[in-house]
């Protein structure tokens, strides 16, 4: 392997080690003790998957307690603003007002952090016995130096999602919450074993579970690599200009277009006002917060239905079927049986279309059906398919884009001595 992917993927464990440091580093202030026994009796809920999702850094109270979270959140808004605004989805395109773009998506991540930061501070003051809670100090300097701790962990895994991105491999948001989730496997398989031991869960049901995790990867991988080739051809003196060079004969265009998002965007949003509602102690709330729990079919057929719209949401943006066809045209190509520009964008965004539904199912269901056969079996939450389906996509992702990596330094090679 090349020594600049060597160092690429080196860079990238780096930081997701700094990312797990944070996750050990409290909020000053506080009760752990009664942090961790109130996180032990609430790990079925959203307070539960809002953990997973970070870690095990909420149930720490760490720095870190929010996570990523605020920014996906901001990044939602944004992408709606966009697809409703003009002028802001034309800022997007281009290189400086991508620029000023990122600039808003960051004071939005600020400002929600702050709310979620001071929503939790105040929630806290319902846990353990003392007059404050969990709280150990003034609860004026402790508004204080949480709010500061939680805006400062956030910024922090936003600035080492981008250097991931920029220095290293992979999507350094995705490979944040995959880390997140990966380091709660091994705590999570000894729980399981534990509950077989104990005969609170059946040895067969043990391996039922187990073939359905199996059975869902070997989904995931399968869907995640199948794509439909639109064939192209090109006009003989097309062919004759470019004979040392590779002209790609056809379009891929995945069945999966919108990727790992869908479900993490869905996730986010669910998560965001459940965990506001749990740190209230009203009763009409707490049963509002109970009823949108992970545990529960509400959770679950709103998770369904936002899979679904952010999927076709998502592929929209990523697919431009009137650039390619552009692009098509430009180069001097063309799919048979259609004609150049408006036939071949329809074509493709009919092909795309018919693609996503198809993908938006098979999200939605990954991300709800192992839930519903796992109930069944009286299983731990964080086998959910969310979860598994975040992993595998991320990792498929990051392989992938080193393998990207691993060529590309082979094609310089090859370009510096002259082969």
């Not at 909020?27 to 609430?42: M, Q, R």
């Not at 731990?380 to 398919?385: A, L, N, V």
């Not at 393998?403 to 090859?414: C, G, P, R, S, V």
Request: glycine share 8%; aromatic share 12%; no cysteine.
């Amino acid at each position: 392997m090349n020594k600049a992917v060597v160092g690429k993927i080196l860079i990238t464990l780096g930081f997701l080690f700094l990312y797990r440091i944070l996750a050990y580093v409290p909020i000053p202030g506080v009760d752990l003790a009664a942090i961790k026994s109130f996180f032990d009796n609430n790990s079925g809920n959203a307070l539960g998957l809002f953990n997973m999702f970070s870690g095990d850094a909420v149930s720490r109270l760490s720095i870190i307690s929010l996570g990523i979270m605020p920014y996906i959140t901001a990044s939602i808004v944004m992408e709606l603003l966009a697809a409703t605004f003009p002028n802001l989805a034309k800022m997007k395109k281009e290189r400086d007002g991508m620029q000023k773009y990122m600039q808003i998506v960051r004071y939005a991540t600020i400002f929600i952090t702050i709310i979620q930061a001071i929503s939790v501070s105040f929630g806290l003051k319902s846990i353990g016995h003392g007059p404050n809670g969990a709280i150990m100090i003034d609860m004026q300097t402790f508004l204080l130096i949480s709010t500061f701790s939680m805006l400062t962990g956030t910024m922090l895994l936003m600035w080492i999602g981008e250097q991931i991105t920029q220095r290293g491999v992979g999507n350094g948001i995705s490979l944040i919450i995959f880390a997140g989730i990966v380091s709660g496997i091994p705590s999570a398989i000894a729980g399981t074993f534990n509950l077989a031991n104990t005969g609170v869960i059946n040895f067969l049901v043990l391996i039922g579970i187990f073939v359905i995790i199996l059975a869902t990867v070997f989904v995931i991988i399968y869907v995640e690599l199948a794509e439909r080739r639109i064939p192209v051809s090109y006009a003989r003196k097309v062919i004759m200009q470019n004979q040392n060079k590779r002209i790609m004969n056809y379009i891929p265009i995945k069945l999966n277009l919108s990727g790992v998002i869908p479900p993490i965007f869905a996730s986010a949003l669910l998560v965001f006002p459940s965990t506001i509602l749990q740190a209230s102690s009203n009763k009409t709330i707490q049963a509002i917060a109970d009823f949108l729990s992970p545990h529960g079919y509400a959770y679950n057929i709103l998770m369904f239905l936002l899979v679904i719209f952010f999927a076709y949401f998502y592929s929209s943006i990523v697919f431009n079927s009137k650039d390619i066809a552009d692009n098509l045209k430009r180069q001097g190509g063309y799919i048979p049986g259609m004609r150049p520009g408006e036939g071949t964008s329809s074509f493709l965004n009919s092909v795309a279309s018919n693609l996503t539904f198809w993908g938006s199912l098979y999200l939605a269901l990954i991300s709800t059906l192992p839930w519903i056969l796992v109930k069944g079996m009286g299983v731990p939450f964080y086998f959910g398919g969310t979860a598994v389906l975040i992993v595998v996509q991320v990792a498929i992702d990051t392989m992938r884009k080193i393998e990207a990596q691993i060529y590309m330094n082979k094609y310089k090679t090859l370009s510096a001595v002259g082969f």
